[in-house]
Every structure is written in C-alpha cells, then in structure tokens.
C-alpha cells in the first residue's frame, strides 16, 4: 500500500517527518522535491525588510517625510463650513 508523508530535509540530506509516523519508516520511498513553503518564503523576505527598515537612512527618509507632510497646509481643509447635508429630514 502506498502512502504519502511529508518530511523536510536538512542540509545533510537527512528526512525529518513533520508529523510522528503510525508505521515503520523503512523500504523504498519515491521522492518528489516541492518549492520552498511560501511561509518560508515570507519570513525570508520579512528578515530582509527589517534588516532595511533598521538601517539609520531609512530613520532619516522617514522623518523628512513626516516634516514635509506636517508643514503642508490646505486652506480648503482648514475650516469647517457645516457637515455638507443641505436637506437633513428630522
């Protein structure tokens, strides 16, 4: 009877069932390779980010941002003229 588990392989090459086996692990296997989890995947690029994100440049681009966006000012959004609603049924 055929059955299927899945294992990861370190880099020595050695198989590591990710759940415990109900049955001997012994005889001839197949062996199909998958692509890397996209989990995996994921926190790979998250550490590359954050190793981005600490560096002191990014602070500083950050920060002249917030400067320039707080100094922006738009006369039509510094007053309030009214809720908009010309014909509010009570």
């Known amino acids: 009877m055929l059955q299927t588990i899945e294992v990861e392989i370190d880099a020595s090459g050695h198989i590591h069932p990710l759940e415990p086996l ?3 692990l012994a005889g001839r296997a197949l062996l199909t390779l998958l692509d890397r ?8 690029a998250e550490a590359a980010l954050a190793e981005d994100w600490l ?8 920060e002249a ?22 014909d509010e049924a009570w």
């Open 37 to 44: 989890p996209m989990v995996e995947t994921a926190l790979l």
């Open 65 to 86: 941002a917030y400067r320039k966006a707080s100094a922006e000012v738009d006369p039509v959004w510094e007053c309030a003229a009214g809720d908009g609603l010309s």
């Open 22 to 24: 109900a049955f001997p």
């Open 55 to 62: 560096k002191p440049e990014e602070d500083e681009l950050i």
